[in-house]
Structures are given as structure tokens and as C-alpha cells.
């Protein structure tokens, strides 16, 4: 079960909307399966889950590099088949599909030549920051200085949503310091909506103020970080006879453990706590690593996040 118990239900429009999404690959293995929330237009994303989740495929299939087994996907209120949807937005992944013999300012050149709102500023911008020289190679560049131009063919397109799969873990950390902010500079000028995946919990703290949490190719958590995080309470109290105080089950568990005669857990409170527990209110951080290591944790979607695939009943 779902709770949906959380405030600051998002009005305006969805950069991303997913409807009973799922991918199978071969078998009876789901990548990702029954997928379905809403992402506001306008905010950056963190895209979070442990390896295997389903993160990639989830960004595959937002940019037709997959396609889903079940369920839609639209970008703006298109959907991703739908050829109009193309320059609405850019794609960063591990990967860094650069053609090796083009010098920089070829790439640059044929960034220009294939985005009609390409911005040459900017990507330039970007370039030159880095002291990389326009005549170099591609081949010639270091991995850190490839996805440096990644980032300025992306960032030239001037897209209204800039999807990027760990995009940032081959930059050091000057390099990773400049982009984040880049980005989000880009979010709040232009009001580009950014779904950005990475292991990196302090980086998603830092810059992100919206989450979609996976864990086995399901939704675990959507929403904004401001409500989600504050739903959450750790507590810890003692362990009697050996066994967790049957109170918990009047809340929403996440995570329980028991160290020696006491007990940690987070939870989602559903009504006043036991004068003899310890409360407090736990970081993004805690939040996301209790939810990563209890995959079957019941999910939490804030009002806005929520949606229902077709057929189903509205909660
Ligand atoms: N092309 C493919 N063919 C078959 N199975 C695949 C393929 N791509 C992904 N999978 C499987 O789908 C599941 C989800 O993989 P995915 O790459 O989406 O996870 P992820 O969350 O991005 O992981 P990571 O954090 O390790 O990058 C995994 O079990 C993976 O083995």
C-alpha cells in the first residue's frame, strides 16, 4: 500500500508523466514495473536507487533508447513517440557519444547545425572554461574534458528538460563543483526541469528539491524533498524481551534495527509517539538510505507526484 498522506500538491504543468510504465527485458524479469508519477516542469529532480533499479531504464525510456513493455511516458504532455517531443530535450548519460575524430568545434559546429535554438554562447561558454582548445581532437581528450563538451552540446540545445544518467562521475571534483552549478543556474533562469541520477546522496541533498526513489523497478518515493523528508521521524527506545515494541505497528515502518537493548527505526508517524522514545527528524541522506536499504518498505508520493495508471480508480 501507498500512503499519499503528504502536502504541497503541485499545480502546473509536468515535464515528465508516467502511466503504468514497465520494461521487460527478456523473461519474467521486470527492469521496472507499474511505474507511475508525475515530475513538475521546472525542478530538479534526483533520481535515486540502488544498482539494478530500474534508474537507466527509466531515462531509456524516456529518450526512445528503450521501449516499454507497458504503460506511457509523456515529456510535457507529449509522448515520447511522439517525433514533435524531440528538441524539447537533451540527453547526458554514462556514456559520451562524441565522434572521436571531429575537433571540439566540430562538435560545436554540428551541435549548431542539428538544434535550430542552439545557443553557441553557451556551449562555447562551457568549453572554454574547462581550457580545452576548439581545434583539439575528441580522441585527444581526457574523459573528464569529453563530458565537459557532452555538457555544452546539452546545454547548447537549450532544452526545457535535461535528462542526465550519472552524467557527472568521470569530472573531478572542481569540474563536478562548476556543472552542478550550471545546472542549477540553467533551472532557475530558464526554468529547465532537470532528472539527473546519482549515487552521490550528498550531491542530490544539495541540489535537488525534487525525488523519484527506485528500488526493484518500482516507485518507492515521489515528491518534493521539502514534504518527504519531514513525513519521516527516526526513532529509537528500548527493546523488551528481545522483541520491538508492538507500538511500531501503529505507524508506517521503513527500516527497524535492533542494537543491543535498544531499537533505531524510521518511520512515518500516523499519530502521537510513546513519551519513552527518543524522536528526531532525520536528513535527506538517512531518509534515502533507509529507504535504499528496505526495498519493500511501503512507498510515499506527494499529492502533486501522484498519478494513476489507466483503469485504476484515483486514490
Ligand atoms: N539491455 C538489457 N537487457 C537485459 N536486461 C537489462 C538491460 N538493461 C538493463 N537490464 C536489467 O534491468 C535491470 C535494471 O537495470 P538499470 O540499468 O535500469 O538499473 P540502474 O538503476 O540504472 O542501475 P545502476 O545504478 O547500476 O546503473 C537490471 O536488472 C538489469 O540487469
Known amino acids: ?21 514497465g520494461k521487460r527485458y527478456f523473461g519474467d524479469r521486470w527492469a521496472l514495473r ?33 521501449q516499454p513493455t507497458t504503460g506511457t511516458l509523456s515529456i510535457f504532455g507529449t509522448p515520447v513517440d511522439d517525433p514533435s517531443v524531440m528538441p524539447r530535450f537533451a540527453f547526458l548519460g554514462q556514456e559520451k557519444p562524441l565522434f572521436k575524430r571531429f ?34 581532437r575528441i580522441g585527444a581528450l581526457s574523459g573528464g574534458q569529453r563530458t565537459r563538451v557532452a555538457f555544452a552540446l546539452a546545454f547548447g540545445k537549450r532544452p526545457d528538460l535535461l535528462l542526465l544518467d550519472e552524467p557527472m ?16 543556474a540553467e533551472a532557475v533562469e530558464r526554468g529547465t526541469t532537470v532528472v539527473m541520477s546519482s549515487h552521490l546522496l550528498t550531491e542530490l541533498e544539495d541540489m535537488c528539491d525534487y525525488l523519484l526513489v527506485v528500488a526493484e523497478g518500482r516507485i518507492r518515493m515521489a515528491g518534493d524533498a521539502d514534504a518527504l523528508v519531514p513525513a519521516h521521524t527516526l526513532v529509537t527506545g528500548v527493546v523488551r524481551d528481545g522483541r520491538l515494541p508492538s507500538e511500531l505497528d501503529r505507524h508506517t515502518v521503513v527500516e527497524t534495527r535492533v542494537q543491543g537493548r535498544q531499537f533505531h527505526a524510521m518511520i512515518r508517524p500516523k499519530g502521537p509517539l510513546p513519551a519513552d522514545w527518543e524522536s528526531a527528524e532525520p536528513s535527506l541522506e538517512e531518509v534515502l538510505l533507509a529507504h535504499l536499504r528496505s526495498p519493500g518498505a511501503p512507498s510515499l508520493y506527494t499529492q502533486g507526484a501522484r498519478v494513476e495508471a489507466e483503469g485504476n480508480q484515483a486514490a
Open 34 to 66: 507499474d511505474c507511475s508519477f508525475r515530475i513538475p516542469a521546472g525542478r530538479i529532480c534526483g533520481l535515486v536507487g540502488p544498482n539494478g533499479a530500474g534508474k537507466s531504464t527509466l531515462l531509456g525510456l524516456a529518450t526512445r533508447q528503450v
Open 1 to 21: 500500500m501507498a500512503d499519499t498522506s503528504t502536502s504541497n500538491g503541485t499545480t502546473g504543468s509536468w515535464a515528465l508523466e508516467a502511466r503504468g510504465l
Open 103 to 136: 575537433t571540439v568545434a566540430d562538435t560545436l559546429r554540428m551541435g549548431a547545425e542539428l538544434n535550430p535554438g542552439w545557443d553557441a554562447l553557451a556551449a562555447e561558454r562551457i568549453v572554454r572554461s574547462g581550457n580545452i582548445a576548439m581545434h583539439t
Open 169 to 184: 562521475s568521470d569530472l573531478d571534483p572542481l569540474a563536478r563543483d562548476e556543472m552542478s552549478t550550471l545546472l542549477m
